[in-house]
Structures are given as C-alpha cells and as structure tokens.
C-alpha cells in the first residue's frame, strides 16, 4: 500500500502561500465565536509536487473508462465525449446561480426546457420533470406520482406493485419507500415475465407493475402489450424502469407500447462520467394525464420567454430535489443528444446490441450462458457453471483474475435468479479491437481454470490490492487516519 498523504507530512513544508492581507480585518470578527476552530486542523504539510505526484499516484491505480475497458454490466459504462466536458465549464454555464431571477437565466431555462421536450419526443411521453438527481430517485418520484394518481381516483384499495424477479434492487426499495407492498412474480423459461404467474397476481389491489426493459438479463421483454393490458384492465399503471434505455433508443418509444411512466438515467444513456456513485440524473416521463402531479417546478415557456412553472401546485406531489435537478448532468445530456441528432441515438443502440453480441457469441464455448438462443440486447449473462463442475473456482475468481487482464470486472452475483451470474456490457464506444482483447482474456482465463485454478483463486496478483474481505470492509469500515 502507499502511504497516505497524512504519512508524507514534513513540519514547514508548504505547497503554496497566501499574500499577506491588505484588508485591516480579522477573520474572528467575521465568523461567529461558536463557529470558529478552538485548535489548528491536522492538515498534511506537503509541497505542492508532494500533492500532484499523490494524487497522480492514486488516479493511475484506479480504473475508469479512460485507462481500459469497463464492462460493468447494468451501469452502462460508455465512453463520454470530452466535448461536453469543455462546454459544460463555459462560465455562462459553471457561474450560474440558482437563486438568480429567471430573467437573467433564460439561456439555462431554455436548455432544461429544450431536454424536457427532447427527452419526450426519443420515449413517447406527454411531459417530462429534469428534477430527479438520480435513477432510483426518479423511481421514487414515478411511484410517488402513481400513489398521486390513486389517491385522487379515492382508490384506497390498491396497495400492491407487482415486480419480476429479475429487477433491480433499487425496485422493491422504492415500492416500499413510497408505502406500498411488493409482489414479485417469475420469470419463465426464456428469462422474460411469466405471464401466467402474473395473471395469477392481477386483482384490484394492483396499483401498478415496474418493469426493467431490456430486463437484467439482457433480454428484451416481447410481451408488453399484453402485460399492459393486463394492468391496465385493473386501473393499475405500468412503470418502466428505463435504465437499460441506452439499447431502445431511436427505435423503441416506451409510451407508446403501453408504459405510463418511465425514468431516464441520463448519466448512462446520455453521457456523464458516473463511476463512483455518481453525480446522476433520474428524470422521468409520463403520460399526459399524469402531468398534473409531477413535481413543481416544471420549466415552461411564453411566448419566446422561458419561465419556472408552478401552475399545478395544488395537485403536484411537491418538490423532491432542492432547486431544479442537477443541472450540468442535464447540460452534458442535451449537448450528447443535440451532437448525435435521431440518426445518432439509433446508431448508439445498434453498436451497443452488436458489441453485446459479438461479445456473447465469442465467449458461448467458454462459459455458460443461460439464455443464448435469442439475441441478447445491450448486455448479456454468464456464470461460472462449467469452471465450477471442473475446478470449483467461483464467479468472485473469475472477476478477480479479469482484473489482472487489465480490465475492469462485469458485475457479478446479479441478476440474482441466474446462479453465480456475471453481467457483461460492452456500451457501443467499444471498438473490434478492444473487445477481441478482452475475449482473448477471458478465455485464457477459462483455460487457467482447467490448468492452474490456484492462480485464480489468489487473484488479483497484478493489482496495487489484492483480494480484500468484502464483508469485512463493509461492516468494520474505517476510512479515518489518525495523525
């Protein structure tokens, strides 16, 4: 391990220091007396060649999209164009202020008002609210909208969603935030909605369905129509958790196959760096009679002026982020979708299901994959089940061996209804060449499994840390260096 930058400290060294203050006034007089610190922070005292050669360091040990591939499945791990990484810090943009008068705002309002529009227009929707900073939290506030819509309808009764087995962990946590009760129903054999199982489920008490489509296995979910129908015939609404968007667009309009609300994970779909948790954007969309409960304030126009809109206050569910969502999210979004144009979202797509293909075909020999005999969408799943039967090496093994490769690991033990999974996406910025790198890697790795299982199971032995007690770290997490 290398030192912290607490264990480089050296009394006196400085990296940089202040002019001397011309302004006749201390500090003290400004700040309130229980504010201010009764003893000096324990700083690090570093040069400022100490403080870019750490953190040069510590950038150079971790993975991100820049250094290698990042097949994560499920979070979408594309490459995002530096242009909107330059245009976002324009001034006019990075001094804005959100108490500024909408007055001296109107080019900010026009681009929210102008991805409102986009964002309905590429998913079949009436009206769309930029002001969820993140997927789950567009989840919430879909589900807060569809209580909104019982509520007013006096259907007191509905207390049920019902979900597959195979959706997102955020799901049930979001059905449960906003007080209703999950029912989750199977998968059939082809890893889609059993809809016998769902028929089973449908009564009154059904307030909606929340569906991933592609669903978490990568897999296209044909029978749309017909579960909507279903739903609908009860009074319940269908909500699409639109996470895995980034495979339908330019082809597929969700509110037009039956979805009534939907969320965007514009940090995957339209281009923000999002390793590391973050920062998102979770906007959501919904059908023109639900407009009426979405949070205030929309951005709205008049004339050629763009203004913030409160007119359905009296029946919107309120607020859920402070100010108006995360707004250079939003801007990287709209520059990503005014840069591609329709031709460009469908290109996304196309390379995004091709890659994903050409991945799972190369690897079917190697690794067993439960649901191959249809094409897969933008990601797809493996497991260890053939290395396991010869070695008992163990999906975590493979993963770890991955990341001696050079690579980062897909995401494994998910989806949980397929035994020991491990989800591969490709993203559609992935060339030929990189991608028959990272083929070539994983099947020497299936080979080491047969011949030298032990290399696998001290994996990684390449990495700046080896294999950490996960369980550990997250029960007995320290992160504190005492000084």
């Known amino acids: 391990m290398s030192k912290t930058i607490f264990e480089k400290n050296s009394s006196g060294r400085k990296g940089y220091t202040l002019p001397k203050s011309d302004v006749n006034l201390k500090l003290e007089d400004c700040v309130p007396q229980n504010y201010l610190r009764k003893e000096e922070a324990k700083l690090p005292e570093v040069s400022e060649l100490d403080v870019m050669r750490h953190f040069l360091e510590l950038s150079q040990k971790n993975h991100c999209i820049e250094k290698g591939f990042y097949p994560l499945g499920s979070c979408t791990m594309k490459y995002n164009p530096q242009v909107n990484e330059v245009l ?27 991805l409102q529009q986009d964002l309905a227009e590429i998913s079949g929707f009436s009206n769309v609210t930029l002001q969820p900073v993140a997927g789950a939290h567009g989840e919430f506030t879909g589900l807060k909208i569809m209580r909104a819509y019982h509520e007013a309808k006096g259907n007191s009764h509905k207390k049920k969603i019902i979900l597959p087995d195979s959706a997102h962990g955020t799901n049930p946590a979001s059905v449960s935030l906003v007080g209703y009760k999950m029912v989750e129903i199977k998968s059939n054999e082809k890893g889609m909605v059993d809809i016998e199982d769902l028929k089973a489920h449908i009564d009154d008490k059904v307030a909606g369905f929340m569906l991933t489509n592609p669903n978490t296995l990568g897999i296209f979910e044909t029978q749309i129509e017909e579960i909507a129908k279903l739903v609908h015939s009860v009074d319940g609404l269908m ?43 979770g906007p ?30 009296e029946t919107s569910i309120g607020k859920v982020h402070s100010f108006f969502g995360n707004f250079a999210v939003n801007v990287r979004a709209y520059i990503y979708l005014k840069m ?26 190697h690794y067993y994959i439960p649901y191959k005999d249809i094409f897969c969408m933008h990601e797809f799943v493996a497991n260890n089940k053939w290395q396991k039967e010869k070695s008992g090496v163990k999906t975590l093994d493979l993963a770890k061996r991955i990341l001696d490769k050079g690579f980062h ?75």
């Open 409 to 483: 690991a897909p995401t494994i033990y998910f989806p949980l209804i397929v035994s020991e999974a491990m989800m591969i996406e490709p993203t559609e910025t992935e060339s030929k060449e990189t991608l028959d790198e990272f083929i070539e890697a994983m099947i020497e790795i299936a080979r080491e499994s047969e011949d030298n299982p032990e290399i696998l199971k001290n994996a990684p032995i390449n990495t700046p840390v080896k294999r950490v007690d996960d369980t550990l770290a997250v029960r007995q997490l320290n992160v504190k260096f005492e000084m």
């Open 239 to 281: 909500y699409m958790d639109g996470a895995n968007f980034n495979a339908l667009m330019g082809y597929i309009k969700p509110g037009e196959i039956g979805f009534d609300i939907m969320h965007y994970n514009l940090h995957k779909t339209f281009s923000t760096p999002h390793g590391g948790g973050g920062p998102g954007s």
């Open 88 to 114: 976002v810090r324009n001034k006019g943009i990075l001094n804005l202020h959100p108490f500024q008068d909408e007055d001296t705002v109107q080019g900010a309002l026009r681009i929210l008002f102008d």
């Open 340 to 365: 591609l144009g329709s031709e460009g979202l469908k290109r996304v797509a196309e390379n995004a299901l091709i890659n994903a293909n050409y991945v799972m075909k190369k690897l079917e020999n």
């Open 284 to 313: 959501i969309g919904v059908r023109s009679d639900l407009a009426k409960f979405l949070p205030v304030p929309m951005i709205s126009k008049n004339g050629n002026k763009y203004y913030f809109d409160y007119s359905h206050k």
